[in-house]
């Protein structure tokens, strides 16, 4: 069997060893020939291609970013340019023309969607869950989350020090642009004393009140985490929750977006296994001939979920969430 491998949309960490646990568990079990296609659904449009051997696939699994590139080609979504139309059957002749058997789609809920529109289309479709947020449907866990939680809560530790010296609010924007996952769990993990998700929404006076009940019994600095998906009807949900902590309380408000920082660097060794697992798997559904499928993580376990199923959904907190539970149980506050 001759499978494609592509990444589509945001990098992620985890992405390369996922390439590595498709590519290698392929190649050395199940004797197929593997392929690289660079820049995600763009590298199907345009046939750059490179054929990988398991030399291609050694020293990637601790790497950041992803070997093949990624784009935000979105080849279904209907353009001004007339062109723009005829783009899934140019993907479909392209898969015909070099022979694939299969193609696995790395990606989140916008390439699992995709994914699914071309195994509609009749191509042979394994799509892998990726994304910090951890919002992919039909999937406990997805890669990269794990780093981007290590990475937000290291930097909501180092403020604490900073808050503490200066006696100020510091308010921490986190990514997760429909779901608030990365907030939740990096909030918690850094003691952070409200915490904002696009789940709960907020109200600003029950902010404000557990700010000043904080300063009223001598703690005199506050930590507030946002996901960056958080409602207010303004660009920059940080900067508007800032500005309205600090009108209100009269304490010094600092704001902190990390940003692209969650999605860089090497994975964490727990979202490597994942990455793994996850790759090795989607490689056993195409020995079987398992096509239109999503491999997934259920529990403790690996499986997998038909494209139908994840492509439009996406994966929110749960408002009963047990953090939140506890959380609350503990004072933090959810804005609510």
């Not at 947020?133 to 403020?159: P, S, W």
């Amino acid at each position: 069997m001759r499978i494609g491998i592509l990444s589509s949309g945001g990098d992620c960490p985890g992405i390369n060893a996922t390439i590595r646990g498709v590519g290698k568990s392929a190649i050395l079990h199940y004797g197929m020939e593997v392929v690289g296609i660079h820049n995600g659904f763009t590298g199907l449009l345009n046939k750059d291609i490179e054929v990988f051997n398991e030399k291609k696939l050694s020293g990637i699994l601790n790497l950041g970013g992803t070997i093949l590139g990624t784009s935000r080609e979105k080849p279904f979504k209907k353009m001004l340019d007339s062109n723009d139309h005829n783009k899934p059957q140019i993907i479909y002749r392209n898969y015909i023309d070099m022979g694939f058997d299969c193609i696995v789609c790395i990606g989140g809920n916008g390439t699992q969607k995709t994914a699914y529109k071309l195994s509609q289309l009749g191509l042979n479709i394994i799509g892998v869950p990726k994304t910090i947020d951890n919002d992919v449907y039909g999937t406990d866990k997805t890669f990269g989350f794990d780093t981007a939680v290590n990475i937000a809560t290291e930097a909501i530790d180092r403020l604490h020090s900073t808050a503490s010296s200066h006696k100020r609010v510091m308010v921490v924007e986190v990514m997760g642009h429909k779901a608030g996952w990365i907030a939740l769990y990096a909030g918690m993990a850094g003691g952070a004393d409200i915490i904002l998700i696009p789940e709960l929404g907020f109200d600003l006076n029950k902010i404000n009140e557990k700010i000043l009940q904080r300063s009223s019994v001598g703690k005199a600095y506050s930590i507030v985490v946002i996901a960056e998906g958080l409602k207010t009807g303004n660009d920059s949900p940080s900067n508007y929750i800032s500005s309205a902590i600090e009108k209100a309380t009269g304490i010094e408000v600092r704001t902190t977006v990390l940003g692209y920082i969650q999605r860089g660097g090497n994975p964490s060794p727990f979202d490597r296994n994942i990455a793994t697992r996850l790759g090795s798997h989607a490689t056993e559904l195409i020995a079987e001939q398992a096509f239109g499928r999503m491999v997934c993580i259920q529990g403790e376990n690996v499986g997998s979920i038909d494209l139908f199923e994840v492509a439009g959904k996406t994966k929110l907190v749960p408002i009963d969430h047990d953090l939140i539970k506890q959380g609350s149980n503990m004072g933090i506050s959810f804005g609510i």
